[in-house]
């Protein structure tokens, strides 16, 4: 092979060296090309001059002296950055960067997208520089949504001609769409969506119209939420998820445990099976209490039980009137057991005094009289 042997040289087909290294996760892009430059990187036993190179399946790529490993299977992680961390490997000025922060265990990682200094909330991070860079395009469509704390009095209506974009010191940004939710104080929150997301532009089109960003917080980019994410914590997308929304991993996903990774507590040990709920089968309700279900034969047409109809009865009924039962001549057979017999009919003699019935708790009765009467007998 040559050093010119590029994607229109006519040869096998294959992917530029720099994007081979970035996939392998050893560098970015930008990276791997100066390692080309300073000649680190030989394929087939040639020391590369350029990066404009193809490598095929079937070569063999060296960094350093040493084979180039295969590259790891692609992973993403939900990572909520706290402020004050730089979104980058080196910082010119020797602040703390948030890779510095991260568990070793998660290997080389690099960002999609960035979060200025002074920002926090959710950033994607990824073992694979092509995923990051697919993720990273406008083009994907992906809506950005942020919280956003202004100071000063808001006017909801100046935030209309952000739709159709605005230019501002010769950079055109793309349709920014605000959202209104209340003013407290001196400050005000609003919800911001955006497609691009160009370096600092929410705090660059608040400034142009007036207003000073004290705080932003972004709570999605694209399908994956914040949600209740600790700040600081990191967590990976289960491989289920990277094949619904990206088409990544056509093997088969056994499960893949969710780990969440802070920067004090140790790793997270895996998960065991998810319980998959069985569908509930049709169970018939049971019978409500009170008048029973009409029976079959007895419904209407529409289905309900015709209760205001005459029900047909086993056994004649009797004729005419109803007969009154026969009683003997001698009541007393017929009064049930301590019942006592009731007073004859007729006058009631002349000086008789009726007693009261001793009460069924035993008490003595009452005897005539009360505080009413205590003044007369006095």
Known sequence: MSDDTGPDAGGPKGDRIAKVLARAGLCSRRDAERWIEEGRVAVDGKVLLTPA?????????????????????????????????????????????????????????????????????????????????????????????????????????????????????????????????????????????????????????????????????????????????????????????????????AAKDKGAARRTLTLKDEPAAPKGKVRIPKPHRAVEPAPKRGRPPAPADERSAEGRPAYGKPVARTGAKPAGPRAAPERSADRSADRPPGRPAPRPAGPKPAGARTERAPSRSGDAPKKPGGPRNADRRR
């Open 53 to 249: 190179f193809v490598v095929t399946p079937g070569s063999i790529v060296m960094v350093d002296g040493k084979p180039l490993k295969e590259p790891a299977p692609s992973k993403l992680w939900r990572y909520h950055k706290p402020a004050g961390l730089v979104t980058s490997h080196r910082d010119e000025k020797g602040r703390e960067t948030l890779f510095d922060t991260l568990p070793p265990e998660l290997g080389r990682v690099i960002s999609v997208g960035r979060l200025d200094l002074n920002s926090e909330g959710l950033l994607l991070l990824t073992n694979d520089g092509e995923l990051a860079r697919k993720l990273e395009l406008p083009s994907t469509g992906w809506v950005r949504r942020y919280k956003v704390r202004v100071h000063g009095t808001v006017e909801p209506e100046r935030f209309l001609a952000l739709t159709d974009g605005v230019v501002i010191d010769g950079v055109r940004y793309g349709k920014i769409e605000v959202e209104f939710e209340r003013q407290k104080g001196s400050n005000a929150w609003v919800t911001v969506a955006l497609t691009e997301g160009k370096n600092r532009e929410i705090r660059k089109v608040f400034e142009h119209l007036g207003y000073v960003v004290t705080r932003l917080l972004r709570l999605s980019y694209g399908p994956f939420q914040l949600g209740l994410l600790p700040r600081g914590a990191i967590e990976e997308v289960p491989r289920r998820v990277l094949r619904d929304q990206l088409g990544l991993g």
